[in-house]
DNA sequence: ACACTTATTTAGAATCATTATAAACTACGA
DNA sequence: TCGTAGTTTATAATGATTCTAAATAAGTGT
């Protein structure tokens, strides 16, 4: 259990009960994990038996991937992934069954990015593989 | 102006008016294109003066994409974006300006993937390296 | 060309994730 | 304790996408 007290207000975020309980169940885990909205709003039910508005899950998620706690996986689907690690990392997307697997760093070669955009930089290299049966 | 009809008959599409239309906007180009579903009907609009509907858009979109004649590219955005590039490529994505930019293989070095998933096969791989000012 | 079956198109309704609204509430510094 | 700015909340609004069911068009056999 971390004090996430100080972590909210080191980034300019009230530690409300409701952003506290949402970091317990996003970030009091041994392992990072993906996430829905939805699923999320089920966990914090489930964890805390306090319902939290959905408007708040929606607007303390997206505080927190504003401020790199969390962050957006690109992939196509009718919901919003989200992923608790929030390392440069890749994924395997099973089409079939329709779920993500993070891959270590270590899975997948160094990629060399030989083309430059004027003015932009990189700010991070994403590879999804995808798989089927 | 590639002769269309074939095309459709040989995937089990039947060849009507509205697929034969938007053919010609997807793929009488020099250069393969990104869209949105939205834009794709501007541009069968301007192009054809003939407005096709909304749903068959959708439908047509759609049966392109099982049949392999277009593909979605994983983003997050609000709406679905599609590529009329086919092959296997990667992607900028200037995350300002919310543009996606097309990368040559050339462009990227290769990719190594070291992992296997038990009875699954890896089907595309993809990188979207993200842009920033 | 005709009749018949099946695929396709269509407008509009329905769905569903997400965002906006605006009123009530809370953290926190003065 | 007060005042203010930040938060939460229920609910409404939005907007992309899908569904529906009726009208239309394409393909097939005669």
Redesign the interface.
């Known amino acids: 259990m971390t004090n996430y007290t100080e972590k909210l207000r080191n980034s300019g975020l009230r530690p409300t009960k409701q952003r506290l309980q949402i970091c317990e169940v996003l970030f009091d885990t041994e392992k990072t994990f993906h996430f829905t909205i939805n699923e999320l709003e089920q966990k914090i039910k489930d964890k805390t038996n306090n319902k939290i508005s959905l408007a708040t899950v929606y607007n303390t998620v997206h505080a927190f991937e504003k401020k790199g706690y969390l962050k ?5 689907s009718d919901q ?1 992934y989200f992923d608790t690690n929030v390392t440069d990392h890749h994924h ?4 079939n069954e329709e779920k993500l ?1 993070d ?2 760093n ?10 430059k ?1 004027n ?15």
Chains 1, 2 share one sequence.
């Open positions: 957006q996986i690109p992939i196509n919003t395997f997307y099973d089409l697997i891959l270590e270590s899975d997948v070669g160094p990629i060399s990015i030989k083309r955009i003015g932009k930089k990189i700010k991070s290299v994403e590879v999804l593989v995808k798989l089927e049966d």
